[in-house]
């Protein structure tokens, strides 16, 4: 079966601080992504990746960056931690552009 | 980008049959359309995916006219569990970016 799997459920941090968020998916998948997701806002993509080392921007991603140095694996970095970052943090995976998206569980993350 | 709208709630009784609408305009031709089902707490569960005409699996059915400006998502005889929130989301094909819609809180009454 299908799993991606998010490292933290819920995470506490502190202003200026530098976050790390992990996701790994253990299906092969080529496309991974990052989202936000805030009462009212629904699902934002904030980064997204479509190949190892290859990221694309979203549509929110001020104030953040992405790593994918493994195919099963993609990071999300907050550099310097904001009060407007907290929220709860979606990854998913695909395996092509037009296949569905399976989602990890959350992340989520309290900045204080 | 393919911009969606949906019907922010929608309320239904136990056993009854559920269409919620979502219109994209400016879908592209290579653009699919898929539906989630989120619960509180949880990340999205895929629910089913369609390009045109009808599709259906075990669990909904999806509906998109020609123009494929719009999709409706039906559920049959709905339960309690169904209460969630229904995300459409359209996108794919060659473009990897992707749009959500903001959600149908559907809450499904006894």
């Known amino acids: 079966d299908v799993k991606v799997t998010q490292s933290s459920r819920y995470l506490v941090k502190r202003t200026g601080e530098k976050v790390f968020l992990e996701c790994v998916q253990d299906m092969d998948h080529e496309n991974m992504f990052w989202y936000r997701q805030d009462p009212g806002l629904g699902l934002r993509l904030i980064y997204f990746s479509y190949d190892v080392k290859m990221k694309e921007k979203g549509d929110i991603p001020e104030g953040y960056s992405v790593s994918r140095e493994k195919k099963e694996r993609f990071s999300l970095i907050l550099e310097s931690a904001s009060t407007n970052q907290t929220s709860m943090y979606l990854c998913?995976?695909?395996?092509?552009?037009?296949?569905?998206?399976?989602f990890g569980d959350g992340t989520r993350l309290s900045i204080l | 980008l393919a911009k969606t709208t949906q019907p922010i709630s929608m309320d239904s009784y136990e056993g009854q049959e559920v269409n919620i609408t979502c219109s994209h305009n400016n879908i592209a031709t290579n653009d699919y359309i898929t539906w989630y089902q989120q619960f509180p707490s949880q990340g999205p569960r895929f629910i089913i995916q369609g390009y045109k005409t009808k599709v259906t699996n075990e669990v909904a059915s999806l509906f998109i006219p020609a123009d494929r400006k719009s999709s409706t998502l039906s559920l049959p005889r709905v339960s309690l569990s169904d209460t969630a929130v229904y995300y459409c989301l359209v996108g794919g094909g060659s473009n990897y970016k992707l749009t959500f819609g903001k959600g149908t809180l559907l809450t499904v009454n006894p």
């Open positions: 998913a995976s695909s395996l092509y552009s037009n296949q569905p998206q399976h």
